[in-house]
């Protein structure tokens, strides 16, 4: 059961709003990774967990926003693959290699996160603004 409140999580649309608000609680999370590599173990497993919680919930929110202008979260993975070609860029000599793949992620999700959604219903279901609130999801 508990399973099926999350894909619907998942499955539905995000405004911009919750695009950035999302992003920073993930950047929160993602800063606390690091101060957590010492040896207490208590502050370690919280580390982990934040790390977790960026992992899951990062890429699930690029996807809802994905779909609130009509593209499958499936392109989320654009700027993972593209990135993925610079060690392969600079084997061939170009000097971006060192730039271009963080170049390439800050342009797609500062275009994610700009490009304004469909007013009307998609593929992907009613815009936000329509939907119930997301907190309601998980009663």
């Given at each position: 059961?508990?399973?099926?409140?999350?894909l619907?999580?998942?499955?539905?649309?995000?405004?911009?709003?919750?695009?950035?608000?999302?992003?920073?609680?993930?950047?929160?999370?993602?800063?606390?990774?690091?101060?957590?590599?010492?040896?207490?173990?208590?502050?370690l497993?919280?580390?982990?967990?934040?790390?977790?919680?960026?992992?899951?919930?990062?890429?699930?929110?690029?996807?809802?926003?994905?779909?609130?202008?009509?593209?499958?979260?499936?392109?989320?993975?654009?700027?993972?693959?593209v990135?993925?070609?610079?060690?392969?860029a600079?084997?061939l000599?170009?000097?971006?290699?060192?730039?271009l793949?963080?170049?390439i992620n800050?342009?797609?999700?500062?275009?994610?996160?700009?490009?304004?959604?469909?007013?009307?219903?998609?593929?992907?279901?009613?815009?936000?603004?329509?939907?119930?609130a997301?907190?309601?999801?998980?009663?």
């Amino acid at each position: 059961m508990g399973n099926s409140k999350f894909l619907r999580f998942a499955a539905g649309r995000s405004d911009r709003r919750q695009y950035w608000a999302c992003l920073l609680i993930v950047a929160f999370a993602l800063w606390n990774v690091p101060r957590g590599m010492g040896n207490d173990p208590v502050i370690l497993g919280l580390s982990l967990v934040s790390l977790g919680f960026a992992l899951v919930v990062w890429p699930l929110t690029v996807a809802r926003r994905l779909h609130d202008f009509g593209r499958t979260g499936w392109w989320f993975l654009a700027p993972v693959a593209v990135g993925s070609l610079a060690p392969f860029a600079a084997r061939l000599g170009v000097q971006a290699s060192d730039w271009l793949a963080p170049a390439i992620n800050l342009s797609f999700h500062l275009l994610v996160g700009i490009v304004p959604g469909d007013e009307k219903d998609n593929r992907f279901g009613p815009p936000p603004s329509l939907q119930r609130a997301d907190l309601e999801t998980f009663d």
